[in-house]
């Protein structure tokens, strides 16, 4: 009987423990989703519940003071017809497409550079990163002022070395665009070189050490060694970099205010336009809603074509 006893009070002690154990389970659960509860609310505040709204928006008429006026896709199908739009669009995609090849081409090779093991190699590595951490308006100020046409520092240089007539760079259809690249592509290199570099440290010594027995010349084990090894890091630099491109604003709201003749006109810039120098709120969540089409298509053909040049081996 005595055995019994004590058998029965150690299975009763063994489900209490049970118990207890589940009972911390569920309330560490519950610990987790609160400490998650304002990141939640967060997102939906600020995130979800716009994005929403944007799309609600889309198909109205509305102008922040009368009331809100079913559309349909007017607003859509008006875009579509607006020849201003096309430019917009062909502004933003030859934008896209001159500053995001030369971006990662460039940011591969500095990063090559700055992989060496050199004496203050780290002050060169922070100096070229300084760009990204500052602000982007400032960023522009300064390179509005490098633009000038009368005593700009890029414009004496070209007068110091013989050019008698140089570009007006700000104040030109043809010239307004490409500076505005030029000024992105110097900001943008110092990100994603880290990027770059963190993919090249990855990468093990064995394996160039090999191809230098071989007799592998400097290109033969960048060309075969470094870029395939990369390819995951090249992979996400190109779909963050196209991200970044399609939303440019800052340097054409600061360096040219879209213009001359709507010549740095880019989406986001029309957007602003839309929204909050014309009122049209309908019209310009639908832009919104185009272009996040636009990017939406660009990641998922890039996510589609990666198993074709992307190793992650």
Known sequence: MAMERGMSADRGAVLK???????????????????????????????????????????????????????????????????????????TTVYVAGTVPTRIILSLLLAVALNQKLRGITFFR???????????????????????????????????????????????????????????????????????????????????????????????????????????VTFFVLITSIIGSYQVFEEAFVLTRGGPANATTTIVYYIYNNAFEWFKMGKASALAWILFAIIFAFTLLQWKLQKQWVHYE
């Open 126 to 232: 922070t100096a070229y990163f300084m760009p990204i951490v500052s602000s982007a308006v400032a960023v522009a100020l300064v390179w509005r002022w490098l633009y000038n046409y009368n005593f700009g520092l890029l414009n004496s240089f070209l007068w110091g070395i013989g050019l008698s007539s140089p570009p007006d760079w700000l104040n030109s259809t043809f010239w307004a665009l490409p500076a505005l690249m030029i000024m992105n592509i110097w900001r943008g290199l110092g990100m994603n070189m880290m990027y770059f570099l963190a993919g090249l440290q990855a990468i093990p010594e064995s394996l160039y050490e090999v191809a230098e027995v071989d007799g592998a010349t400097w290109w033969h084990k960048f060309r075969y060694i470094t870029v395939p090894m990369i390819t995951p």
């Open 17 to 91: 423990g049970r118990v207890s154990v589940t009972r911390r389970l569920k309330l560490s659960k519950f610990e987790g989703y609160l400490f998650l509860g304002p990141n939640i609310l967060g997102f939906l505040a600020f995130t979800a519940l716009p994005v929403l709204a944007s799309l609600f928006l889309s198909f109205t008429h509305w102008d922040l003071i009368t009331p809100i006026k079913y559309a349909g896709v007017e607003n859509f199908w008006t875009l579509l017809n607006e020849r201003l739009f096309r430019t917009v669009l062909w502004n």
